[in-house]
């Protein structure tokens, strides 16, 4: 599987548009690169999930460049809610049910 | 749809003692993994059972083991508790993707 680096913090203002880059330099071409979102004492929650290019939902848009080696998490007008740790990872779905969780980034949102 | 629960929510234990979790996927999901974070390691995973059997296993000893039954409802026990198994203790199950897994609350372990 994939090692992912990405910045350990990230401080933010209400209503700011946040992004969060993950490197993945030796993604392989089955890779899917997905996004988790994990509050203090509670399980991590799928945000978004994507292979090339741009994929938006009702929570963030995800971009990644067509070498595919980084992707960037956007999360627009953030508010004091979006406070949490966002995990990058990357992974086949073929890999069954076994996720590697790097350090995450911690977001802070201010007001 | 229910998500997925775990029981009990805080276990307090001590070294030596043996534990056991319990987790109810969501109904139709057949697979289950389960993952101990601790502030130290972060998220690691512990293992996956998909229709009864373990499928993938982390790098743990082998007092952490687990099961699935036919409903696909899965249990993980530890054995002789040593400090260190100390952690919030998250199962997830999904129905085929298995990069987008639903995670229940967790069962906080906290061994004496």
């Known amino acids: 599987l994939a090692k992912t680096t990405q910045p350990i913090s990230m401080d933010s203002y209400e209503g700011q548009e946040v992004n969060i880059t993950c490197s993945h330099n030796n993604i392989a071409t089955n890779d899917y690169i997905t996004w988790y979102q994990q509050f203090p004492s509670q399980g991590p929650r799928f945000i978004i999930q994507?292979?090339?290019t741009k994929v938006t939902n009702e929570v963030a848009s995800l971009f990644i460049p067509a070498d595919r080696k980084s992707s960037t998490l956007s999360l627009p007008r953030v508010s004091l809610s979006d406070t949490a740790v966002y995990y990058c990872l990357v992974g086949g779905s073929g890999n069954t049910g076994k996720l590697i969780f790097g350090q995450g980034t911690t977001l802070q949102v201010k007001p | 749809k229910a998500g997925v629960t775990q029981t009990p929510r805080y276990l307090i234990k001590t070294r030596g003692q043996q534990v056991t979790l319990s987790c109810s996927p969501i109904?139709?999901?057949?697979?289950v993994s389960w993952y101990q974070q601790t502030p130290g390691q972060g998220l690691q995973f512990l293992f996956e059972?998909?229709?009864?059997?373990?499928?993938n296993k982390g790098n743990f000893p082998g007092r952490f083991s687990g099961r699935q039954f036919s409903n696909s409802r899965s249990e993980m026990n530890v054995s002789t508790l040593e400090l260190g198994d100390s952690a919030l203790y998250l199962c997830?199950?999904?129905?085929?993707?298995?990069?987008?897994?639903?995670f229940g609350p967790g069962t906080r372990l906290t061994v004496l």
């Open positions: 997830a199950s999904s129905w085929g993707d298995y990069n987008e897994q639903f």
């Open positions: 059972y998909f229709s009864e059997t373990q499928r």
């Open positions: 109904s139709g999901h057949r697979s």
């Open positions: 994507g292979y090339k």
